[in-house]
């Protein structure tokens, strides 16, 4: 009766064991990381999901900190925008790319995503986002985060909501929005109210909501545009 012997491979190189430890730390790692997905794709999740984004900055860090109660800012990509919020005051600018990890959220019916410094990652280059021409009736969830402009006259004079903001309202014949400028934006109080019905306006901000209120919401004094004839 024969018999056959049994080989046994050789063990790995130290090497090659080297390189299988780092690729294991790495398949490791990789699988707690979140997908980096669309905005718009972000914000259709449910409440409490986690998620990673990334995109241009449209609003500056703290410029609407008046009534928003903190130092965040608002991101965009090819697919939508959302408010981001964070106690934390960032150092970048507009046009800033950014990838955030975050938690969804609501704010006064606003779709936010709540992050902290570590879960915010500055990218290299800059993308300055161009805002989107919306009529005042169209100001409503479907660009709820994007950085639009929408122009008409004057149907509702300054309104002092402050220490929040300034609140006064535009028409373009689509229907009447909110224009609702934050105090921390920079604006000149008496600039506003000097303002009177009838007058035709032009405003780029963010498309936002208060509630059951859609609002357009300007980050700066150049943002807000009054016009000398009607377009």
């Known amino acids: 009766m024969s018999s056959s012997s ?132 169209g100001v409503n969830e479907s660009v709820e985060g994007q950085l639009i402009r929408a122009s008409g006259a004057i149907t509702q004079a300054f309104q002092d909501d402050s220490p929040y903001g300034y609140k006064l309202y535009i028409d373009d014949g689509t229907g009447e929005v909110q224009v609702f400028v934050h105090v921390s934006a920079g604006f000149d109080k008496a600039a506003l109210q000097a303002l009177t019905v009838g007058q035709r306006i032009a405003v780029v901000g963010l498309a936002a909501q208060y509630e059951t209120t859609y609002e357009v919401a300007p980050r700066m004094p150049s943002d807000l545009v009054l016009q000398t004839t009607a377009p």
């Open 6 to 137: 049994i080989t046994s491979s050789p063990a790995p190189s130290l090497p090659r064991r080297r390189a299988l430890a780092l690729l294991g730390a790495f398949a490791f790692a990789l699988a707690g990381c979140h997908p980096i997905l669309s905005i718009a794709d972000a914000r259709s999740r449910t409440n409490g999901s986690e998620v990673t984004v990334e995109g241009a900055v449209t609003v500056p860090p703290g410029a609407f900190v008046s009534a928003m109660g903190d130092e965040g800012f608002a991101l965009q990509d090819d697919t939508g925008g959302i408010y981001v919020k964070m106690a934390e005051k960032q150092s970048f600018g507009l046009g800033a790319r950014v990838r955030v990890t975050g938690t969804l959220d609501e704010q006064n019916q606003l779709r936010i995503l709540k992050t902290v410094p570590a879960d915010v990652d500055l990218k290299s280059g800059t993308e300055q986002v161009a805002p989107r021409d919306v009529t005042t009736g």
